[in-house]
Structure formats: C-alpha cells, structure tokens
C-alpha cells in the first residue's frame, strides 16, 4: 500500500540550532502535505502545510519544501526553542476525490537549553 | 467554541463486548476522520468521511464501522472489540480535503 517515511524518528539539538526532518511519499496522487506537532498527552496541531503546486512555505521560524519530482517534502524549524521539544509528524494527502490521509512514523525532537 | 470533541476519553472494556465511540465537531465541516495511534507507527487512519452519508476505508478499517448520518458526528462502533485494537483513537474534521484536520482530544481504549 501507499507509505509515507519518515526520517529521522529522533532528533537531538542545542537550543538556536535549526533542526530538519525529511519525508518521502509514494503515492504520486497526494497533492496536500501538513505537518502537525504533537506535544505529550495532546492532539495534534497543525504548524505548517503546503499544496501541491508550490515548492516552499515559510512561516516565521518555520518551513516546508516540496519536490514533487522526487516525493519529497521538509520541514525546517530555525533558531529552536526549548518550546519546539515535541513530535512532529508529516502527512500526505490525496484531496481530489477523496480524503485518504497518511501520516509518517513521528520524529521526536529535543531542543537542549 | 470551535470544537472537535469525543466521548468517552478513557475506556476499558472486554473482548467481544460492542462499542461506539462518539465524535462530534460544530464547525460545519464536510470531512471527518478516524485515527488510531500507536507507539512508532504514527496516525494510522481508519475511515474518513466527505459528506453525510458518504464514507470510505482508510489505512486500517478491518474490525470497525462508521456512519455519518448528521453533518456534525461520526461514531466509530467496534462491533467484537479485540486486544490488538488497544489504542489512542482521534476523530478530525476539516472544512476540505485539502486543508487542516481539527483533531479530538483522543480516547484511549483498553481491551482486556
């Protein structure tokens, strides 16, 4: 089936460090892509997401970039904060015609102080 | 309020013994989602929903069902819980197929 990876599941960095994770789908029809923070005993939130028809989003010390040639989407979160310390997921979204949604695996992000 | 809520948050029930989960969203929102989370496995979905009365299997629909009779909720019923259905379930709406999903807070479900 459809697949969404995930990379790295744990990520370990000093506060001011910026930090990447990196997805790659499969399914060519996924035309949506969010990426969601999940802090312990939370919902997910959204904190970014991007479509299909552009390459890169920034929003403040965050962004998202898409090839689509490749399947590959990041996220890159600047100058982090002991705050930015939760698990990110990425997801994949196949909007035309329907709502399949697939999330990567998760990556566990630690901002040291 | 904008609001995506589930009842109950926390149940413990036995194999076999039916269930129903209950999501309910009041922001007028076409989409609904089920998910069940589990360690190292992310959000896996379980049905979606794109309209009343219009529902498809996601990732992960083998033993539960869903209906969306009203606009505003999408109940999960497991009908013989197992074990090996031991997880964190969200619900989600969305007001398109391609925007934000607004999640639940979760139900964490224990089958003995």
């Known amino acids: 089936g459809e697949n969404v990876e995930q990379h790295p599941s744990t990520l370990s960095v000093q506060e001011g460090d910026s930090a990447v994770i990196k997805c790659t789908y499969s399914d060519s029809a996924s035309n949506y892509f969010p990426w969601y923070k999940q802090e312990l005993g939370k919902r997910p939130q959204l904190i970014i997401d991007?479509?299909?028809?552009?390459g890169e989003k920034k929003d403040q010390r965050i962004a998202v970039t898409l090839n689509k040639t490749a399947k590959h989407f990041s996220l890159h979160i600047t100058e982090t904060q002991p705050e930015d310390s939760a698990v990110y997921f990425c997801a994949a979204s196949t909007g035309t015609g329907g709502f399949k949604t697939i999330f990567g695996a998760g990556t566990r992000l630690f901002v040291k102080a | 309020e904008a609001q995506v809520t589930q009842n109950p948050r926390y149940l413990i029930t036995v194999t076999g013994k039916k269930l129903t989960v209950t999501c309910s969203q009041n922001?007028?929102?076409?989409?609904m989602s089920w998910y069940r989370q589990d360690p190292g496995l992310g959000l896996r979905q379980i049905y979606y929903s794109m309209n009343v009365e219009v529902t498809d299997k996601g990732d992960v629909p083998e033993g539960y069902k869903v209906s969306r009779k009203e606009k505003r909720n999408f109940p999960l019923i497991l009908e013989s819980p197992s074990p090996n259905q031991t997880s964190l379930y969200f619900c989600a709406s969305s007001p398109t197929s391609e925007d934000t999903q607004y999640f639940g807070p979760g139900t964490r479900l224990t089958v003995l």
């Open positions: 991007i479509r299909s028809n552009v």
């Open positions: 922001m007028n929102h076409e989409y």
